[in-house]
């Protein structure tokens, strides 16, 4: 270990020692003191690429059934529910945290402003995206509900019935059996129809050395990632092809499509490019039970 990461320690040490154990709780913590989204905000992963976004809407339409709503499990803001909402009869936002699904609820309603009283067809940025949309006033709708939950999959199926699901930056965050629930989750909402399409965190290096990458520098840590710490997030993983493989094996899942990616965070600290990260993303659909066993 170099000194400049061993330097990293003491905070890691002491932001720990405050975290709150229950993970619902942190996540509140953590959304309670955004007062901004998006580039130039304080939430580390909103870099609101156009770039980003364009090529996730692009997978996602040549690979999901349109057909079918969309599910964004982890939705945060609900920046990327908003994204896919035009391309699908309904889009759902879940999350665990209560205060990101508040936070989900008012973008939207921001965004969605402009649109009163006005004849256009097209809901806001739809033009970036694409030409044509399902709907001039796309659904779009929040809750709260944590995915990793036993059984989650299943009441949002009666709810919903079957779905396409868009995961972004979750499961890296997750313990094994936490991504074993949530893949569980998934398979069950997916059915025999939807899509699962999920672009995670995979870099290729130590916690430190990520945190290095991020740009903490001794006890200098960037406000965005600080914010993480002190809320006392769950720490970030690798998961990239192999831990796809052990959570969607072959016999279970069908691997329709997978890669190297870039995750678009914000700037790090004022003045500087905002970060991309290295990801890694798979499309998967659920092979039928009786098949699988």
């Known amino acids: 270990m170099s000194w400049r990461r061993a330097l990293l320690i003491p905070t890691l040490i002491r932001t720990g020692l405050s975290a709150p154990r229950d993970r619902s709780t942190a996540w509140d913590r953590y959304w309670r003191g955004i007062r901004q989204t998006g580039p130039g905000g304080e939430v580390l992963w909103d870099g609101d690429s156009a770039e980003e976004r364009a090529w996730v809407l692009g997978l996602a339409r040549r690979t999901m059934d349109a057909t079918l709503p969309v599910v964004d499990v982890g939705c945060g803001n609900g920046r990327y529910t908003r994204a896919l909402s035009p391309w699908f009869p309904a889009a759902y936002g879940v999350d ?7 936070h989900a609820e008012r973008e939207t309603r921001a965004e969605h402003e402009p649109l009163a009283g006005s004849t256009s067809t ?23 509900l944590d995915m990793t939950e036993t059984g989650a999959g299943e009441r949002m199926r009666a709810e919903v019935g079957c779905a396409n699901v868009f995961v972004r930056g979750l499961f890296h965050i997750l313990d094994a059996a936490q991504r074993s629930r949530l893949a ?20 290729p290096g130590s916690p430190l ?25 769950p720490k970030p993983a690798r998961f990239g092809a192999r831990e ?23 700037a790090m600290r004022p003045g500087q490019r905002p970060r991309s990260i290295p990801a890694f993303f798979a499309v998967l659909r659920a092979r039928p039970r009786e098949l699988s066993r």
């Open 209 to 233: 050395s990520y945190l290095d990458y991020l740009g903490a520098r001794g006890s200098d840590y960037p406000t965005p990632l600080l914010r993480c710490l002190e809320a006392g997030l």
């Open 122 to 144: 097209a809901p806001p940025r739809a033009a970036e995206d694409a030409a044509e949309t399902t709907s001039a006033r796309p659904r779009v709708s929040f809750r709260v």
């Open 96 to 102: 665990v945290s209560a205060q990101a699904v508040a």
């Open 244 to 266: 796809v493989t052990r959570h969607f094996p072959e016999g279970s899942w069908e691997h329709v499509e997978s890669g190297g990616a870039e995750l678009h965070a914000i």
């Open 184 to 203: 569980e989750s998934c398979r069950a909402l997916v059915g025999e129809r939807g899509a699962l399409l999920l672009v995670e965190t995979d870099f």
